[in-house]
């Protein structure tokens, strides 16, 4: 029973999505404050720059299992 007739389900939220905003929560809250005062060497933002590129893969690699296993409801034999 739905109470507010403006609420809304949120849609279905896939890896990249869910990974892109959070990232870009640690990047408001974290990152862009310390880097306006300086506080990341070069050396820090390098690596932060790394897993940020690792993390987008890992979520890359989930959206695509999710979009194999949303197939293999449609189509029992996708894979033969």
């Not at 949120?10 to 005062?37: N, R, S, V, Y």
């Not at 070069?42 to 296993?69: P, V």
Request: aromatic fraction near 4%; charged fraction near 30%; include cysteine.
């Amino acid at each position: 029973m739905n109470i507010n007739p403006d609420f809304s389900d949120a849609p279905d939220l896939d890896a990249e999505t869910a990974m892109q905003a959070c990232m870009d929560g640690i990047a408001e809250i974290l990152l862009e404050p310390a880097m306006a005062k300086d506080e990341l060497s070069m050396d820090d933002q390098t690596l932060l720059g790394i897993i940020g590129m690792t993390m987008k893969t890992i979520a890359e690699k989930a959206r695509a299992f999710e979009a194999l296993q949303d197939g293999s409801d449609q189509n029992k034999h996708f894979r033969n």
